[in-house]
């Protein structure tokens, strides 16, 4: 039997899983899960009509680059916004 307590609490670590530290929803988070599902069916398609399992080399670093590049975005975000103030002449 399902409670009302599980539900809340598996879609508290559902929220969690996809969520920045501060709340906010998290783009690469969620486009990457997409990637991964749709990656998911597209090799389940292609072993079930070829009998063998296709090269993951690709398909890895096609989802690692979106992830890379956010966080290339946030570092570049962050180290502009830390920048020290320069000396008024």
């Known amino acids: 039997m399902i409670h009302d307590q599980?539900?809340?609490?598996?879609?508290?670590?559902?929220?969690?899983?996809?969520?920045?530290?501060?709340?906010k929803a998290s783009f690469t988070r969620i486009?990457?899960?997409?990637?991964?599902l749709a990656a998911l069916i597209w090799v389940t398609r292609l072993v079930w009509q070829n009998h063998a399992l296709p090269d993951f080399g690709?398909?890895?670093?096609?989802?690692?680059?979106l992830y890379g590049l956010n966080k290339a975005g946030a570092l570049a975000t962050t180290i502009t916004e830390n920048k020290p103030e320069q000396p008024k002449p």
Do not use: Q
Not at 6 to 23: H, M, N, Q, Y
């Open 6 to 23: 599980d539900v809340r609490r598996t879609l508290g670590f559902a929220k969690s899983i996809f969520s920045e530290p501060d709340g």
């Open 58 to 65: 690709g398909l890895t670093l096609f989802i690692t680059t």
């Open 31 to 36: 486009a990457t899960a997409f990637l991964i």
